[in-house]
């Protein structure tokens, strides 16, 4: 079964909040990459939120890197930001087909 795996770069999130909760209504993980490399899914997961926003003495998030594998939950990701003008993203998604 193939499923394509998008990585999104989103920068200068201001209104984080609001971008949780649109993260938090997501069907499929998202994922984010500790320093460590360790892989967390974001929804939900109010400790790896928050120690986003403790990174920036204003609270804002300058960037952020995610994977999602589920298509729609790309697109609402996608929707999100361009409706909101709340907050940049750069415009090469990647996308790769995995195989499990």
């Keep these: 079964m193939q499923n394509e795996v998008t990585y999104l770069t989103f920068f200068d999130i201001q209104h984080t909040q609001q971008f949780f ?3 938090n209504r997501c069907a499929a993980p998202v994922i984010f990459y500790l320093p460590n490399g360790q892989a967390k899914d974001l929804r939900f ?3 790896v939120q928050n120690f ?3 990174m920036d003495l204003s609270g804002n998030i300058p960037e952020l890197k995610l994977e ?3 298509s729609q939950d790309v697109k ?3 929707q999100f930001m ?3 003008d709340m ?3 750069d415009l090469s998604l990647r996308t790769k087909r995995r195989i499990y």
């Design 21 to 23: 909760d649109m993260v």
């Design 45 to 47: 997961n109010l400790l």
């Design 52 to 54: 986003l926003t403790w």
């Design 68 to 70: 999602c594998n589920n």
């Design 76 to 78: 609402e990701m996608i």
């Design 82 to 84: 361009m409706e909101s």
């Design 87 to 89: 907050m940049k993203t």
